[in-house]
């Protein structure tokens, strides 16, 4: 196991720049996540640690080696690709093998190392099989197995439960972090999907635009993010943005909406001016329903959406769309109006035109 530490590492295809300066600190034995949105970077980011595309610039370290000019099969990683990549002529066993046939292993020590990665990862009824006889779940096993095998100080994944469907994504995603947690080997996971983020890292860093905006664990950006692109970004539902203006009201901070309303200000913000354009953020679940005749935000309601568990109601207040989820059973009608109060220790205050949070 190692840790990796990248330090202002930048690329370019030509003239176009890709990743501006990266910092991340990744630690021995952690679990890493990279998240955004398509084209931000992230699998970019990835393949330079892998080596498998060059850096332009920065410094990329796997334990105590620099490995910027060292070639991917020297930097000791092992990678999980989104479309699995397993040989369709060999087995389940020697697909697994592979690697450490080609390193000239010993065979008692290629069937040992095998056949634990099989009992690890529940492979063993299936080592005789070929990968078109297997579903998409048990292939994704086989690509991990192949990568335990190998015993690398780091993994690396890429997307890995993409191309599943959504039920088997959910029970994956368990199961690469109980292998995480077996083998504490230093984990990079690269995905789109915030949820998946959220389940699974130690760690997050949250990239746009070949920048990260942020790096935490999940709780963290969640409870605070320092902008709201990550605001936006983690969370689902995603948060709800109101557009307002920053008053003071007997020397108490209040957020006038568009209508006029005004609601009392975040607990936790500061930094604003009186006048000042801001955003108020408030997640799904952090609003609650009052009465009219205690004052609240009025919303129109759209769509209401019963899951048993939970009630989802969309609404609508003077064109800027909410969501909101109540733990409890709610009949709305569509058209109807409803009042809702944030809670305050949880809700967020934005400058509007940076989009930086105001914290005290």
Do not use: W
């Not at 003071?248 to 009186?274: F, N, Q, S, Y």
């Not at 109540?326 to 509007?352: E, N």
């Amino acid at each position: 196991m190692a840790s990796v530490s990248i330090q202002s590492v930048r690329k370019r295809f030509g003239a176009v720049e890709i990743l501006h300066g990266v910092d991340i600190s990744i630690a021995d034995g952690s679990f890493t996540v990279l998240v955004g949105p398509s084209g931000c970077g992230k699998s970019t980011l990835l393949r330079m640690i892998a080596g498998l595309e060059q850096i332009s610039g920065g410094e990329i370290r796997i334990g105590d080696k620099v490995v910027n000019d060292m070639p991917p099969k020297e930097r000791d990683i092992a990678m999980v690709f989104q479309n699995y990549a397993l040989y369709p002529h060999m087995t389940v066993r020697d697909n697994m093998a592979f690697s450490l046939m080609l390193a000239k292993t010993e065979r008692a020590q290629v069937d040992e190392k095998v056949n634990r990665a099989a009992g690890i990862l529940g492979l063993r009824e299936l080592l005789e099989r070929f990968p078109r006889q297997l579903s998409g779940g048990q292939r994704q096993r086989v690509a991990m197995g192949r990568a335990i095998v190998r015993d690398p100080q780091v993994f690396l994944f890429d997307e890995p439960l993409s191309n599943l469907d959504a039920k088997l994504r959910v029970a994956m995603r368990s199961e690469i972090k109980e292998l995480h947690q077996r083998l504490a080997t230093t984990s990079i996971y690269v995905t789109h999907d915030q949820i998946e983020a959220m389940t699974m890292g130690d760690q997050i860093v949250v990239m746009k635009d070949g920048r990260i905006e942020q790096t935490g664990s999940p709780l963290e950006l969640y409870d605070r993010p320092v902008n709201t692109f990550v605001a936006g970004f983690i969370g689902s539902p995603a948060m709800n943005f109101l557009p307002g203006t920053l008053r003071v009201e007997g020397g108490a901070a209040k957020v006038e909406l568009a209508d006029g309303t005004r609601v009392d200000a975040p607990l936790h913000a500061g930094g604003g001016r009186p006048g000042q354009a801001v955003i108020y953020g408030t997640r799904p679940e952090h609003l609650r329903l009052v009465d009219a005749s205690n004052g609240g935000i009025a919303t129109e309601v759209v769509v209401v959406e019963p899951t048993g568990a939970e009630t989802f109601v969309a609404c609508r207040h003077r064109g800027t769309e909410l969501a909101v989820v109540f733990h409890d059973r709610h009949d709305f009608r569509p058209g109807s109006t409803i009042h809702l109060q944030p809670d305050l220790g949880r809700a967020h205050l934005f400058d509007a035109g940076s989009g930086q949070r105001l914290a005290a």
